[in-house]
Structure formats: C-alpha cells, structure tokens
C-alpha cells in the first residue's frame, strides 16, 4: 500500500514540542488550534533494524524474535502488537498534537544478550512519557525501562482508518546505560523502528483533517501590490551527530576498531540526527532560525515544498516525485590553521515531512506529509538517516535544481520505473572517516544540509557545529557549540573578514555555487604559505538524458537519466614572474594517494589538475576524482612573495561555456625589482 497515494495523508511529527503557530503578519500572532478529538490506536506490529555493530562495541546482541515475527520488504523484523489496550492520541484538524494515556504491548519480541545478562523485549510494553507526551519509552515486562522512542514520523491514511509510523529511533534510556555501567551511551540511536497501528473508530467515524491548497514557489500572491510570489526558502533549524559503526576493514567489513591506538586505521560512521523548518514569513519579515544572524529569509511569502516518496509518480508541481535531499560532512582544522573535509555522506533521500509547528496558511498549512508547510519543521533522526533503503549516491543528482536521475540509479537499475534492493550494506553512501583523522588533533566540524528545489539561499540550508570524539569501548562524538547557520568554509574564513591576509569569495552562476577562501601565514623567513580551500556546494555541468518529467515516462528514451554531474577538474593560481615556489601540496581529505591531484608551477601560474581517466563510460570526461558538489578540496603551497589580489581560475570538467570560472582573492604579488640593481648601477637615458 503506498499512503501517500492516497488523497487523503497526514505526517504527524512526534519529534520535537510544537511551537505555537505563526498568523500572517496582517492579524498577528494566533493561539495554537484547540485539539479537536481524542482517538485510540491499537494492534498491528512494531518493526526493527538493530544497528549490531554498535551494539557489539558494548557486548550486546540481539537474539532472534520471537514466534510470529517476520522480515518486511524494507529490512525491518516486525513482531506483532497485540490487540489489547491502545494508545490514545489527541488531534486538531490539520495534526497530530501528543500522546495522552495507554500502552501497547509486544506479542513477543527480541532478547538481548549483554554483559550484565539478559535484556528481554518479550511482552514489553510502549508507554506515553507524561500525559503529553511526544515520546514512547519501551519497559520490558517486569517494569523496568529499557529504551524509549523518539523521531516519530507518522501518516494516518485510508480515510483516517490507519497510523503509519514510517520511522522511529529507538535510544537508551539512563536506567539500561546504567545497568550495563555505560552511562555515556545514553540517548544513543541504537535501532530504527517503525510501527503499523489501527485507528479504532468512532460511533463508525474515523479522523478527519481539513487540507489546505499549496501554494508552489513562484505561485503570484494573491491581493498584493507589487506583485509579488511565493518563494522557497529551508532553514536548518538543528541537528546533532552521533557515532553509528566502525570497522578495521572495508570494503570487506567485519570486526571492532581499537581507537587510537593505531594497531589498525579503521573505518568510523558517524551520522546526524537533523530538523529544518520552512520559513515563517507571510508578508512581514520574522526570524525562522531566532538567535542566529543568518535566521531570517528574504523571502517575504513561503512557499510550500514538495515532498513525495521515491516511485510515487508524477506529482506537482514539477511532474514527478520531488523531494528533498540530505547530506553531511565532517571537517579538521589542525593546530597550523589550515582545513580539511575529512569525511562525506552519500544522499539521504527524504520520503515524509513531521510538519510540526506549523501556521495556518496561506497553503497546505503541514495537512499532509508530501509538502512542507509554512514554519513547519521536520526531524530525520539518526536511525533513520542510518537507514540503507533511502540512501544513494551523490552522483545520481543534479544538486542546482535538486533533480534525481532515477533512471540507472541504484534504486532503479533496470530504469523500469520500478523500485529495487539498492545493495546497500551499513557501511555503503555513509560518512565515514579513518581513525588516524579523528585523533590527530585540532578543531572539528560537523555539517549537515539538505539540498531543496528553487530554494533562494542554499546557505541556511546547512549548520554547522563544532564536534570532539573520545573512544572508550567504542567512539562517541560530543557535539559542541554554537551551531551556526551556513557551511564550515565560512567558520574557517568569514566571507566579511578584513584580516588583509584572508579573503572568502564565492563563485555563483545558473550552474551552482563555489566559495573560494584562502589564508596566508608570514612563516618568518621571507616565505608565506597560501592555503586555498575550495568548496563546491551545488555546482554540476551535468549531461542527462531524458526528461524530468514523469508524464514523458512511457518513452523509456525520456525516463531521466544522469549520465555524469561532475565539477572542476583543475585549480590554478596566478604566479608572476621571478617568484619561486616550495611545498606544493593537495588534499582532499581522502588517504588515497592514488587519486590525488597533480601540482606544478609553470607557465605563470600554479596548477593542479585531476587525474586523467583512461577508461571513461559514454559522455563523461576521461577525469578521476573531480572536485563535485558536496566537497572541498585544499590547494597548499610556499612562495617567497606576499600576497596580493589575484584571480583564481578553476576549470570545468564538461566541455561548455564558460570553461573556466574565475575569482579574485589572495596570490603572491609581483616581485619588486630596483632598476639601479638590473643596470649595475649604471645611469639611464
């Protein structure tokens, strides 16, 4: 059954407290809608997908469930709830609001193995924290808690007979941490849940929600003069890290890591936990994001997003499955100040907005969980972006307009318009990062954004936030503050410094956006080191095939394709005559020596250029490692000139025009020459 077919779907986001709604500016602010009804939901199952090898770093192993569990299409080991009982839920007309009272119990269920002895799931029972409660804990059957659920991500259908929960994290609670005398792995993201639930009618009614007309970007704004349009415009409102898995080998997974104390250089997953929010504006500007400086869009009236499941066909406003997509990175500044990206996820494809928090319209109003409303947020929880069913390459993307190429993806091979097993193990389209990088000192940052079609400011699409990571049994990541809106390179270098040696441009054309920033150190002895960081957020010169529109589908030739959506393939820098040049470097946060750039100093400039590919496919430069959207690169020389303006060039990598991008920041300067010295002192003219 697919709930987002059907007309009538509601997301209920379980995740975070709602905030009261925002009125359009004319009338103010508005009190939260009263709820409506009380309801009660009952049987069905509840599903897992235990992350095993986080649990195994602490000795713990889930056992098999019991009878009548069973394996769904999506991975999950469903064990039955029974008939008993329910829990009761409180809706207004547009949403779900909180828990009010009951439990639910397991027909059975999981025994887990552990250190300090059995922890059984048998018969255990799901209970409301508090009678508004927005979170389950999970006690086992002698009323002991064990974990509890959070991240909920709900869509009542059929006619308000069902509740879907699509996904769910499952963490430790305090008391289990402390049983097993592990008290820092509690909150910990240990499964991915979801749960089927049956809505018990009313005097034969079931819940109604009122639904709302979206308003799509670029739809004129009604009754305003100028005139004036919708626009998109995503905040990310927060989000955290988390460590998910390690292994001492991969590809070829298997084992537990030993930290730092480099027996191996293993393989360590760390994922986030992220919530953005659409913008609140409807005529008058307001903070999205209060507190931060880049927290209020310029964007005067919101626009709905869409955001439609993968393979739910040709829906508006763009004639197909539109939605948005998440990504994250992980970066190192060392003790000589200079940057690197150390670690870079795959896309999470998103496939149902929470909608919590949300203003009346004017729009969908967050009525239902295929389109984002104004000031609606929405939480993908750490479980579910660990998820491997809804996670893909970056290359199957063209990040600029957020298109996804589903024809010959690994979702769809075949290009039958068909969802298939995406081969995907724990460790495949994750952010993973060495060992040796985590504990080689310096400043770390993590990254999170979410890449939204027509958004108007990709940069409060992304935060960042400072991380430390410790091992004990296992790696754990502390994550820091503040958490800043807008990408790492600007922490590293502010686009507004006025420090003469640093400078942050961007590059920003229909193709996509790159910030350039550079940093210059005196070392003392007549030599400075220029260090150029270039990071390529969405910019792709894509060669597709195909449309983007689904209705064309049924001409395989016009199913999309993206047969490449490759960057930069060389970087120089200006070198004026008479300047020589030292410690050439390049670093693209991979340990991989075999795909590195080439630099050299010739012909007036400084050059590195990407690996040349000798076997390309069909329609792709023959290039290896090209600098693609998602990812910073780091350019490193000495020079024995100070800096001045200089204009950067960086190549693209597909044939077109331009052929190059360039911007002025920072180079060595033309070496001063005293005529008096050229002559031998000897006068002229």
Same mark, same amino acid.
């Given at each position: ?11 209920l986001?379980?995740a975070t ?21 009380t ?5 069905g ?15 713990i ?11 769904d299409?999506?991975?999950?080991v ?20 909180h828990f ?30 508090g009678?508004?409660?927005q ?25 308000g ?37 049956d809505?018990?009618?009313? !005097? ?31 905040f990310m409102?927060?989000?955290?890290g ?7 080998t ?5 084992g ?68 948005? !997509? ?10 000589n ?43 993908y929880?750490?479980?579910? !972006? ?13 990040p ?18 068909s ?27 993590m ?7 027509e ?18 049994s ?20 502010s ?31 007549g ?29 395989p ?8 959506n490759f ?18 470097e ?11 750039w ?23 430069p ?17 020079? !024995? ?25 920072l ?17 002229q003219?």
């Amino acid at each position: 059954m697919n709930l987002q077919s059907r007309s009538f779907v509601l997301a209920l986001a379980v995740a975070t407290a709602f905030a009261a709604p925002l009125a359009s500016a004319a009338s103010g602010p508005q009190p939260q809608p009263v709820v409506q009804q009380t309801w009660t939901a009952l049987g069905g199952d509840i599903g897992f997908i235990w992350n095993v090898e986080l649990l195994r770093d602490y000795g713990i192993a889930p056992g098999g469930a019991s009878e009548g569990a069973s394996t769904d299409s999506r991975g999950f080991v469903s064990v039955p709830l029974r008939d008993q009982g329910g829990l009761s839920f409180a809706v207004t007309t547009t949403n779900f609001d909180h828990f009010t009272s009951g439990r639910l119990a397991l027909r059975g269920g999981f025994r887990l193995t552990s250190p300090v002895g059995e922890i059984s799931l048998v018969d255990a029972v799901l209970v409301p924290r508090g009678t508004k409660s927005q979170m389950l804990d999970v006690v086992d059957a002698s009323g002991n808690t064990l974990f509890y659920l959070d991240r909920l991500m709900y869509a009542i259908g059929e006619g308000g007979r069902s509740i879907d929960v699509q996904t769910m994290d499952l963490r430790v609670h305090a008391d289990l941490a402390q049983r097993l005398g592990k008290p820092e792995i509690t909150d910990w993201v240990v499964a991915q849940m979801r749960m089927s639930l049956d809505v018990v009618a009313q !005097n034969g009614n079931y819940i109604e929600i009122v639904q709302g007309e979206p308003v799509w970007p670029g739809t004129i704004v009604p009754g305003v003069t100028p005139e004036a349009r919708f626009q998109a415009d995503v905040f990310m409102l927060s989000f955290q890290g988390q460590y998910s898995r390690c292994t001492p080998t991969w590809p070829a997974a298997g084992g537990s890591c030993d930290g730092p104390s480099a027996t191996t250089d293993g393989y360590a997953v760390f994922t986030p936990s992220s919530t953005l929010r659409n913008n609140v504006n409807n005529g008058v500007a307001e903070a999205t994001v209060a507190g931060d400086p880049n927290g209020t869009s310029s964007a005067m009236y919101t626009a709905d997003i869409a955001w439609y499941r993968k393979f739910t066909g040709a829906r508006p406003p763009y004639d197909n499955d539109q939605h948005p !997509n998440l990504i994250w990175n992980i970066y190192r500044i060392d003790a000589n100040n200079r940057i690197e990206q150390i670690g870079r996820s795959g896309v999470k494809h998103a496939f149902v907005t929470t909608n919590s928090g949300c203003s009346s319209g004017p729009g969908s109003g967050g009525s239902t969980g295929a389109i984002l409303g104004r000031s609606c947020s929405d939480t993908y929880g750490t479980g579910n !972006n660990d998820s491997s069913g809804d996670l893909g390459p970056r290359n199957e993307i063209i990040p600029a307009t957020g298109e996804w190429g589903r024809c010959g993806s690994i979702f769809d091979p075949n290009c039958d318009l068909s969802a298939d097993p995406n081969g995907n193990t724990s460790y495949s389209q994750r952010l993973i990062t060495r060992e040796s990088q985590i504990t080689a000192g310096g400043t770390y940052y993590m990254e999170s954004w979410y890449l939204v079609r027509e958004d108007i400011n990709i940069y409060n699409t992304m935060a960042s936030r400072p991380v430390t990571f410790n091992f004990g049994s296992s790696w754990s990541l502390t994550n820091g503050t503040p958490q800043l809106l807008g990408p790492v390179i600007n922490r590293w270098v502010s686009p507004t410094t006025a420090n003469p040696n640093e400078k942050n441009v961007e590059i920003a054309s229909p193709e996509g956006h790159t910030r350039v920033a550079v940093k210059v150190v005196d070392l003392g002895d007549g030599t400075w080191r220029y260090d150029y960081a270039v990071m390529n957020f969405d910019f792709a010169r894509a060669v597709t095939q195909g449309t983007g529109k689904y209705s064309d589908d049924s001409d395989p030739a016009q199913r999309f394709r993206v047969i490449h959506n490759f960057g930069f393939d060389s970087f120089s820098v200006p070198l004026p005559a008479g300047v020589t040049t030292s410690a050439i470097e390049f670093n693209d946060g991979e340990l991989d020596d075999t795909n590195n750039w080439t630099g050299v100093a010739e012909n007036g400039a400084v050059t590195w250029t990407a690996p040349a590919n000798p076997s390309p496919p069909a329609l792709t430069p023959a290039v290896l490692n090209p600098l693609n959207w998602g990812t910073m690169f780091r350019f490193s020389f000495i020079a !024995n000139q100070a800096p001045t303006a200089g204009d950067i060039d960086l190549h693209v990598a597909q044939t077109g025009k331009p052929s190059s991008y360039t911007a002025t920041v920072l180079a060595p300067s033309v070496p001063f020459v005293d005529e008096i010295f050229v002559h031998d002192f000897e006068p002229q003219g």
